[in-house]
């Protein structure tokens, strides 16, 4: 049995799902597990997991781990589509821009992800839940490629509470918390990454609050 995701650093509670095929038939329990990262990150390692844990912070830090998760995994999944720019700091911060004192500003609720620019400070207020999104951050930049993809190869999502004009042009996955994503109708990728990639091993482990 494959353990695809893992904390590092810290001992926590854990959530061991297991999916044998569909995200819906699933068993869950708790337990205590210790794991350590034994490289350390490069200096562009380091960056691109900060640009990832600050988006999970800001759009997700309110659901749960599985939901949190799953917006990690749309970043990472726009990093290897053909539709979206190539690392993760660049996904984040890809927006419509204006020039300011030879500085290109991103023009205010025009980023693909809104917290980028919607005006607001980008302080992270809650260090507790920030600390562990980093370390779900991490993990999931270095075992993406092996991780179980709970979004079904999801490149976009929105708050259930909204109905965007652009959802009609994709097609839905799976709704987690508050979110629902969708993924593109061709499932345009760079490297031809399967939307189901994990499928084969049938163990996910997760950092978890045990709320789905």
Same mark, same amino acid.
């Given at each position: 049995?494959? /353990? ?10 854990? &959530? ?32 691109? /997991? ?10 997700? #830090? ?6 949190? &998760? ?10 290897? #589509? ?18 300011? #004192?030879?500085? @290109? ?20 207020? @809650? ?34 509470? /909204? ?7 994709? @097609? ?8 629902i994503f969708y993924k593109d109708k061709d499932n345009g990728r760079k490297n031809k990454v399967s939307s189901n990639r ?8 997760? &950092? ?5």
């Amino acid at each position: 049995m494959k /353990v695809l995701f893992l904390t590092a650093t810290l001992t926590v509670s854990v &959530l061991l799902v297991l999916v044998p095929n569909i995200l819906y038939n699933k068993t869950a329990y708790i337990d205590d597990i210790k794991t350590e990262i034994k490289k350390p990150l490069t200096q562009y390692q380091v960056k691109q /997991v900060n640009c990832l844990a600050k988006n999970i912070y800001f759009e997700s #830090s309110n659901q749960s781990d599985l939901g949190k &998760l799953a917006v990690g995994l749309v970043t990472l999944n726009r990093v290897y #589509s053909d539709k979206f720019p190539n690392t993760v700091c660049q996904v984040v911060k890809q927006a419509k821009f204006h020039q300011w #004192s030879n500085s @290109d500003i991103p023009i205010k609720n025009q980023c693909q992800f809104s917290w980028y620019c919607d005006g607001r400070s980008d302080n992270i207020r @809650d260090s507790v839940t920030y600390a562990k999104i980093y370390n779900i951050a991490t993990q999931l930049y270095l075992n993406y490629h092996t991780t179980y993809d709970i979004t079904n190869g999801s490149l976009w999502y929105h708050a259930d509470y /909204v109905s965007p004009y652009w959802k009609k042009a994709v @097609d839905r996955t799976v709704k987690i918390g508050q979110h629902i994503f969708y993924k593109d109708k061709d499932n345009g990728r760079k490297n031809k990454v399967s939307s189901n990639r994990g499928a084969e091993t049938s163990t996910l482990v997760l &950092l978890a609050d045990g709320r789905y």
